[in-house]
């Protein structure tokens, strides 16, 4: 059973820095996509950036310029570092791992950034 688990979520000032990690644990095979979602009360959860092994990372509009997704996909791990944070980017953000077709997702972290 492979699991994710995130840390890193938190409170912060806007302008601030966060830093989410995102780890894979259980029957490991190795992913293809790893990527960093966002879900605030009663919207959809929206994709934010992914990385696909021997790709370009992918970033939402709205964060281009502040947020840097990484990954190590010998570890299973990825990482979302997010600068210059707003107010709107307060959400649950949740970690996606993907080696098709199965998809696999954490449980989420909550981050606030207070204006």
């Known amino acids: 059973q492979v699991q994710l688990v995130e840390s890193g979520g938190g409170l912060v000032q806007q302008g601030g820095s966060l830093r989410l990690s995102c780890a894979a644990s259980?029957?490991?095979?190795?992913?293809?996509?790893m990527a960093w979602y966002r879900q605030t009360p009663g919207k959809q959860r929206e994709l934010v950036a992914d990385i696909t092994r021997g790709g370009s990372p992918f970033y939402a509009d709205s964060v281009k310029g502040r947020f840097t997704i990484s990954g190590d996909f010998a570890k299973s791990t990825v990482v979302l570092q997010m600068n210059s944070l707003k107010s709107e980017d307060t959400a649950v953000y949740y970690c996606k791992a993907q080696r098709s077709p199965y998809v696999y997702w954490g449980k989420g972290t909550q981050v606030t950034v207070s204006s």
């Open positions: 259980g029957s490991i095979f190795s992913f293809n996509t």
